[in-house]
């Protein structure tokens, strides 16, 4: 990772902490993603209906990295989700009890390609929410 980008991506970061405050986070499906057959990602995931606050605050950072002139760029979809484990057998979409937590910070990760290995670059807590 080249040295002025994270630079760059960490000063971005920094400049969306001071006008972001923490959200929830719901997550209320599982899912098999991908179509490896070996390694496919299971998934708790959310419905496509909530994490507004999420889904804000990521097009926030976007705009601050591309302010920056960080390279790359959105992708065109964004699935809240986190991976549970990764299997052959496929699991189809279905509802489960909620799981909610609050995001009380953001993190920088630099991830190895085709690995579950991640450096942190930076980390940046989000305040409590004014009342």
Known sequence: MPHGTVKAAC??????????SRFSVQLDRVVSFGRHAEKR?????????????????????WDALVAKEVP??????????????????????????????????FVLL???MQETRYEILGRWPLPVQPA
Do not use: I, M
């Open 11 to 20: 000063e971005a970061a920094s400049g969306l902490q001071a006008r972001s």
């Open 41 to 61: 990602p299971l998934v708790l995931k959310d419905s496509g209906e909530a994490n507004l606050e999420l889904k804000a605050f990521r097009t926030s950072l």
């Open 72 to 105: 790359g760029g959105p992708r065109s979809s964004f699935t809240p989700h986190v991976t549970l484990l990764y299997d052959a057998q496929v699991v189809s979409e279905h509802a489960v009890d909620a799981v909610v937590w609050e995001a009380h910070e």
């Open 110 to 112: 630099h991830s190895a």
